[in-house]
Each structure stands twice: as structure tokens, then as C-alpha cells.
């Protein structure tokens, strides 16, 4: 950053974290990023104050910050807990290059926290047959249908929470149940789109979204015959939706008819691999099988049967590089054909 210290230095900052996101936003930073930055420092300005009753979050010395760290341990992964500890450590550095800090008290702790901290961490590795068996475990029609739905398409939680009717192109003669998809659909059947848009707070299709999508740019993912089966399984029995906006997935229980949440799927992934040994409380990233993991077996397994790593890429929504026009531009031929061919199957149908 070109910023020297002291220059142009401002006064009278009286939030320090907004007036960081303003010069975060003027510096081109998407909304997203700021909202991930904001929601970091806010949590550690209500640490300061409620462990060490400091209000102002440029009074925080090394050892508030060490404290901070410390306290994030055993609740968060240690890639999560590097994350947070360098949002800090930008948000220190930058104040104090601008002139609002006189110095940045993150910088000797970033120095003593490991640098090997691991980022992409070894997992549990199950089978196509054993998670088949896994989803054969699980009867109710929306709790199947999430589960399906986040291994078949490899998407996040807060994506699937934030899937409308409209984002889903699929026959439906079975049921008298009508929606129009969206326009990027109309010559995509069978499949799912998947909107770089949402964000937490923002206003999409009527609604104020509480989850946000994390993906690179928009993503169409094939629907294969056991993805609709799961689908219209749930359709079958969806509730009317609460909102204009139609969420596909609704909750059946104390919220009946509003969207699902991101808390509500973690615990439908969380209650059923308890009961099949994958989840153990503080088993951490190796261990426990998560909504998260089902992206990891996704990933892993098309990749290993596609061999094509910029299909597995478009599909995760990874990838904003031109190379991906590619795939976008020739969906049939070159992204339809090969995820249904390579795709695998775990329900009872599959082979």
C-alpha cells in the first residue's frame, strides 16, 4: 500500500473500524470483504471491552490481541483463526500508516504465530458406497433433499440456504407445483443456478438474505435423475414459503415456512453423522464430517473421475479467470456431458 505513515493523518476518528471500511470500499474492496472484515473487528472490539473493559479499539495492546487469539482456540479452526488474526493485523497496519494509530500491536503477535498453520487439512475419507449408505440412513424428504443437493453439486451452505424456486429448472409433471426459472435457465433444463449475488443483508429477489453466496461469478450446475428425485421427494411435501421470494428450502419445524438457515443445515448434517460415527464434539476438521466436507467429497471425487480440473473449478464457482468462459459458453457440450457422465450416485439407485 502506498499510504506512508502519518500522512494526510485524520482527526477525530471516532470509529475506527467504519472509517477502515470506508477507505477499504474507496480502495475497491467488494462488499463481501468488507462485511467479512467488519464482522471480525467488531467481534474483537466487543472482546476488549467485555474482557478488559477498553472501549476504543486503538488503546488494544500485543497482549489484548494474544488474549484474543488465545480465546479463539478450541472454537475455531486454526486456518479460521490465521484468517481472523490477519484481518486484525491489516486493519492495525493500515490505521497506523494512515496516522489514526501510532502503532500496529498485531505485528510482533502475526510474527510468533505459526506459519505452518494448516490450511487444507487432511479429512476423513469415505466412499462412494459408504456415504451412499449414509444417505440411505436419512429419511425425511427436506433433510435427504439438502444432503443430496450439497454432495451433487458441491456447493456451500450459505448458497443452498439462498436458493429460490426460480434458481432451479426442473419438469415437474408430477406435481402441481408451478415457478418460472430465472432467465439464465431458459436454455439449461435440468440444472441449478447458482448467483454470485447474495450477500448477507442485501436485498434479493424481495428478500433480505441473512447468508451469503462466496462464489466468483454465477455457476449452472447439472441436475442428474437422482438429484431430482431428491428434489421433487421435498417439493412434494414443501410447505408455502413464508417469503415472496419462494426459498426452495423451507424449515418444517418452529420457523415452518421461513428460508433454512445455515445453523438449521449444519445441524441435520450434524445429527446424522453423529448417528453414524462421523461427528464427535470437538473431533475438529479431521474428524468430523460437516456441510463443508460434502464440498471436499464433491471436489475430490468428479475431479478424480472427470480428470478435468477446470470443469471441478467451474462447478465450485472458483475460478473468475476468462478460462472459465470456456465452460460457461459450451455448458452442454463440455460441463453437461462430463458431470453426467462422471457423476457419482449415493442413494439406493446407484449402481
Same mark, same amino acid.
Given at each position: ?9 485524520? !482527526?477525530?476518528?471516532?470509529? &475506527? ?12 474492496? $467488494?462488499?463481501?470483504?468488507? !462485511? ?8 474483537? !472490539?466487543?472482546? +476488549?471491552?467485555? %474482557? ?13 490481541? #494474544? ?27 493500515? #490505521? ?24 487444507? &487439512? ?26 443430496? /443437493? ?21 419438469? /415437474? ?8 426459472? %430465472?432467465?439464465?435457465?431458459? *436454455?439449461?433444463?435440468? $440444472? ?26 454465477? /455457476? ?6 437422482? +438429484? ?19 426459498? +426452495?428450502? +423451507? ?7 421461513? *428460508? ?5 443445515? %449444519? ?19 479431521? !474428524? ?6 460434502? %464440498?471436499?467429497?464433491?471436489? /475430490? ?48 439407485? *446407484?449402481?
Amino acid at each position: 500500500m502506498a499510504t506512508e505513515p502519518g500522512t494526510d493523518a485524520p !482527526e477525530d476518528v471516532t470509529d &475506527p473500524i467504519s472509517y477502515f471500511l470506508d477507505d477499504q470500499r474507496y480502495h475497491g474492496k $467488494s462488499e463481501r470483504t468488507l !462485511e467479512a472484515y467488519e464482522r471480525v473487528l467488531r467481534r474483537f !472490539e466487543a472482546f +476488549l471491552r467485555e %474482557r478488559f473493559d477498553i472501549d476504543a479499539i486503538g488503546a488494544a495492546q500485543r497482549r489484548e490481541c #494474544m488474549a484474543w487469539i488465545h480465546s479463539l482456540r478450541g472454537a475455531f479452526e486454526s486456518s479460521t483463526i490465521a484468517t481472523y488474526a490477519s484481518y486484525l493485523n491489516r486493519f492495525y497496519d493500515y #490505521m497506523t500508516r494512515v496516522g489514526v494509530f501510532d502503532d500496529n500491536p498485531m505485528a510482533l503477535v502475526m510474527e510468533e504465530m505459526s506459519e505452518s498453520i494448516d490450511t487444507n &487439512p487432511t479429512r476423513r475419507d469415505i466412499s462412494v458406497d459408504e456415504m451412499g449408505s449414509f444417505v440411505d440412513a436419512i429419511v425425511h424428504p427436506l433433510e435427504r433433499a439438502v444432503v443430496v /443437493t450439497l454432495l451433487k453439486t458441491g456447493m456451500r451452505v450459505g448458497e443452498l440456504c439462498n436458493l429460490d424456486l426460480r434458481d432451479l429448472h426442473i419438469e /415437474t409433471p408430477e406435481l402441481e407445483l408451478e415457478w418460472t426459472p %430465472r432467465v439464465g435457465l431458459e *436454455r439449461r433444463p435440468s $440444472s441449478v443456478f447458482i448467483s454470485s449475488e447474495p450477500a448477507r443483508g442485501t436485498d434479493i429477489n424481495g428478500e433480505a438474505r441473512t447468508a451469503s453466496n462466496k462464489r466468483k461469478r454465477d /455457476t449452472v450446475v447439472p441436475i442428474d435423475g437422482e +438429484l431430482r428425485r431428491a428434489l421433487l421427494e421435498w417439493l412434494a411435501i414443501r410447505p408455502d414459503a413464508v417469503s415472496p421470494a419462494r426459498p +426452495l428450502f +423451507l424449515d418444517t419445524r418452529d420457523s415452518w415456512g421461513e *428460508r433454512l438457515t445455515p445453523s438449521d443445515v %449444519r445441524y441435520i448434517v450434524e445429527k446424522h453423522a453423529r448417528e453414524r460415527g462421523w461427528y464427535r464434539t470437538g473431533g475438529g476438521t479431521q !474428524e468430523n464430517v460437516t456441510p463443508h466436507y460434502f %464440498r471436499h467429497f464433491f471436489t /475430490t471425487h468428479l475431479r478424480d473421475r472427470t480428470g478435468d480440473r477446470g470443469i471441478v473449478q467451474y462447478l465450485r464457482g472458483d475460478v473468475a479467470g476468462d478460462v472459465i468462459d470456456t465452460y460457461t459458453h459450451n455448458w452442454g457440450d463440455r460441463v453437461r456431458e462430463t458431470y453426467l457422465g462422471c457423476i457419482y450416485t449415493v442413494t439406493g439407485q *446407484r449402481k
